[in-house]
């Protein structure tokens, strides 16, 4: 610190670097190099440090103070121009199609997968945004599973101690094998608020109104969605949280002469997720997340009733990130995913791996 009171920035700035290998002292001295940042005219540094220290932070002051450090360099906080990331990943996927092995000759064939995607938001000025994202992922084989999707909306960011709150609105559309899909209008609500020493609490909601293009009419509806979740920090200066949702999706199924299959389900779910700083360029997250799908009515297939459809899901993964610099960082993941139904024919497991670059612009 008294290297920075005398202004020899450069020493000082070694100094708080060494010092964020250390736990204890690790948020001051992010908080610290996101001054010398800001001071030097680094907005992006600056604020990846005063996220940093509020990652770190032991106790709601220091979290709150670098929070707000943060939130003045925002580009929120007036007009233009546009900023956001753009993200390139390659992958292996061991199951390129959830469908049923009887219905689709690719399900349960694995296959690489590129995926380039972009997240843009224009600022328009206190706390309120414009936002686009494009996603594609594109199988090397199995070209008859791509998948494209396209998103705009608005969205605000209001502030009213001690609940920080988040809403959108956004038009989603989406292709399948380079065909229409699905169009989605939605409009989702977070909000979040301190509770006693290092947590906090985290309510959401969602509705989802659905109409399905071309040959997707079956998939029309809606969905709603509420969750809570807690969350914390430890000593070390990791995190954790605890999601609890419920899900309820009505659609206009699929029924023909001698078939019925269900798209209306109500679906409890809840999450796990642990992560914590091996340095403070390297991240590790660890995640669990399960899921129970009750659907409408009894699936029948050739004229015959085989019963109701419940499906079990449960995903677990592993994510690894380096930051290159403050705008650039690599990202490694794997998971797997175990579906379990009564119906035989939606049982799946598939795993995923996949690295990937992102930029931040």
Not at 262 to 288: C, E, H, I, K, N
Not at 344 to 354: A, I, S
């Amino acid at each position: 610190m008294t290297y920075y009171r005398l202004g020899r920035t450069a020493q000082a700035q070694s100094a708080f670097l060494a010092a964020t290998r250390y736990p204890e002292i690790r948020a001051p001295a992010a908080y610290n190099l996101g001054r010398i940042a800001r001071e030097r005219g680094d907005t992006q540094a600056a604020m990846h440090w005063f996220e940093r220290a509020a990652h770190s932070a032991r106790t709601e002051a220091v979290r709150s103070q670098a929070l707000a450090a943060k939130r003045a360099l925002e580009p929120t906080q007036a007009t233009g121009p546009w900023s956001g990331s753009v993200r390139l990943g390659l992958g292996y996927d061991s199951n390129v199609s959830l469908s049923p092995a009887q219905a689709s000759g690719a399900a349960r064939v694995g296959d690489t997968v590129v995926e380039p995607e972009l997240d843009a938001r224009y600022p328009l000025g206190n706390g309120r945004r414009l936002f686009i994202g494009l996603y594609a992922a594109q199988y090397a084989t199995h070209g008859e599973f791509d998948y494209d999707r396209a998103r705009v909306g608005y969205g605000a960011r209001l502030s009213s101690d001690p609940w920080d709150v988040d809403v959108r609105g956004a038009l989603t559309h989406e292709r399948f094998n380079d065909a229409p899909f699905e169009n989605t209008l939605s409009a989702t609500g977070a909000g979040w608020r301190p509770v006693a020493g290092d947590r906090w609490l985290r309510l959401a909601g969602s509705i989802e109104a659905v109409r399905g293009a071309g040959g997707y009419g079956f998939l029309d509806g809606t969905t709603a969605r509420l969750a809570a979740g807690i969350g914390g920090r430890f000593a070390t200066g990791g995190r954790w949280r605890i999601d609890a949702r419920v899900a309820r999706t009505d659609r206009h199924d699929f029924s023909a002469t001698n078939d019925f299959y269900s798209f209306s389900a109500t679906s409890p779910g809840a999450s796990f997720q642990v992560s914590g700083d091996l340095d403070p360029q390297d991240r590790v997250t660890a995640y669990l997340d399960a899921e129970r799908s009750d659907y409408d009515g009894t699936e029948i297939r050739n004229g015959a009733p085989i019963g109701s459809r419940a499906d079990r899901t449960l995903e677990i993964g592993l994510l690894a990130s380096h930051r290159l610099d403050s705008r650039s960082r690599i990202r490694a993941e794997v998971s797997r995913t175990r579906r379990a139904s009564t119906i035989d024919e939606f049982d799946y497991n598939r795993y995923l791996v996949h690295i990937g670059i992102e930029y931040e612009f």
